[in-house]
């Protein structure tokens, strides 16, 4: 959780979702876009405030020494004070996304969803800008989904599907329901594999009897997709 911890104290957290897009501008001005398919990864760029006091952070700076810019880490937004960003939107309870499963028929940007609770057929499952997690990797809801009449509902979402189903598998939504182990743990809501690109050195800065840490720049996440 030692990066959890970084972004859990960060001033700033910075965050690329976008496609890679190249543009040329040709010489009577018109623009031209061509798109390189890929798998989109999500890249944070988190710059932490600088009070973790030394004396109490040994551990903390042990795993990220051990992890450094080699090992898998995991970003949990839910537990730390930037839940906002992946908070659920919809209806539905804990309880019900937990039971929801994502199905095998899931493909391209289009996830399917079953197990659906038995509640209104008006009921929001999802909102716009949603974040939902099947098995490792997140994924961003487009459209406003609402639960029907069918035994299942599609859910369309900004990249494609990275991992086929072989099997239908648990819904993380937001902040809510368990993911899949991940580094032998399993976490509540939306949780990121990230590898550090940029990973700062430290500063002492002295206070009575102890040290704050004053980092040198800011914690460059890239999701690992494996």
Not at 61 to 89: H, M, P
Not at 201 to 209: E, F, G, Q, R, S
Request: glycine letters at 8%.
């Amino acid at each position: 959780m030692s990066l959890t911890t970084i972004l859990s104290i960060c001033e700033s957290v910075g965050i690329n979702d976008q496609r890679f897009v190249g543009q040329t501008i040709s010489r009577n001005q018109k623009i031209i876009t061509s798109e390189v398919l890929t798998v989109v990864p999500f890249v944070f760029d988190m710059r932490p405030m600088n009070y973790l006091v030394y004396s109490q952070s040994r551990t903390i700076l042990n795993a990220l020494r051990i992890a450094d810019k080699s090992l898998e880490q995991y970003l949990n937004f839910g537990s730390t004070g930037w839940v906002n960003y992946i908070k659920y939107q919809g209806q539905m309870t804990s309880g019900q996304i937990a039971a929801c499963q994502w199905q095998t028929s899931s493909a391209n940007k289009t996830l399917v969803l079953g197990s659906l609770p038995t509640v209104d057929p008006a009921t929001y499952l999802f909102r716009i800008g949603d974040f939902v997690q099947v098995g490792r990797y997140s994924y961003i809801v487009t459209a406003d989904v609402q639960l029907g009449s069918g035994a299942t509902v599609n859910v369309p979402v900004h990249r494609n599907l990275i991992a086929t189903l072989v099997s239908p598998i648990a819904c993380v939504a937001g902040e809510y329901g368990t993911t899949v182990s991940m580094g032998g743990t399993n976490y509540t809501g939306i949780t990121f594999p990230v590898i550090l690109r940029d990973y700062p050195t430290y500063n002492l800065v002295p206070i009575t009897n102890d040290s704050f840490i004053q980092w040198t720049g800011s914690f460059k996440a890239f999701e690992s997709v494996v």
